[in-house]
């Protein structure tokens, strides 16, 4: 049963090529840390790379990420960790700046959700057993991101004359909405966007209350249609 792995589909494989497609001009690494990694997906990162460049890095143990990690010097990281390997390697890597985000792929999610529920590493993202779940969040994500790109440099800058502030605000809003409709709705989800949201303000008290309020007191029936 150790030696078991997830086989991934072909429209499964698109998604994941599109994802590594889309991060060939950005200074991003992916780093997957498994050693029964499927072998298309293996493939498809190992394609992709330039000749001059390894963005996209397979490791097979903890201490060859590690290794992978403290080389690098510049780009940020996204981490995808095998279940077997989280629990070792995130206390490790977590505190790093270059690490940007980590995302948990197994086949029992029960088995490591204490790592999410301790509180205590903010940059996982989720625990995946699916590879359409796993690609489809990190485009949501990789989308969000750039939306937040584009609208501060219009608001700071002054880069894209031909929009207004008001239809940059309303198109952030209209495609932020866009995005949070996309994703799957279920209690799993609730607890990932919990967790990008205690990130990305893990330095403002006042935000977290907000989120720690909202996690236990919402209901469906108070969003906002």
């Known amino acids: 049963m150790s030696d078991y792995k997830r086989l991934i589909q072909h429209d ?75 629990q070792e390697i995130i206390p490790l890597i977590h505190n790093k700046d270059k690490i940007d985000s980590i995302y948990i792929f197994c086949l029992n999610s029960n088995k490591y959700q204490l790592l999410i529920d301790m509180r205590k590493y903010s940059k996982i993202l989720g625990i995946y057993t699916e590879y359409q779940q796993l690609f489809d969040l990190m485009c949501c994500k990789k989308q ?53 949201c205690r990130y990305y303000y893990r330095n403002h008290p006042s935000q977290l209350k907000l989120i720690d309020e909202f996690e236990n007191k919402y209901i469906p029936e108070d969003a906002i249609s």
């Open 12 to 86: 499964e494989l698109e998604i994941a090529n599109d994802l590594l497609n889309s991060k060939k001009d950005e200074n991003i690494i992916l780093i997957w840390v498994d050693d029964h990694i499927d072998n298309k997906i293996k493939d498809a990162m190992t394609q992709i790379n330039d000749d001059d460049k390894n963005d996209n890095i397979i490791c097979c143990n903890s201490q060859h990420a590690i290794d992978c990690i403290d080389k690098n010097e510049f780009e940020k990281i996204i981490i995808i960790v095998a279940g077997k390997y989280s």
């Open 144 to 196: 969000l991101c750039l939306l937040i790109k584009f609208r501060l440099i219009n608001q700071k800058q002054n880069a894209i004359h031909f929009l207004s502030n008001d239809s940059t605000g309303y198109l952030f809003y209209q495609v932020l909405k866009h995005l949070l409709f996309l994703m799957p709705k279920n209690d799993q989800n609730k607890i990932e966007m919990l967790n990008s």
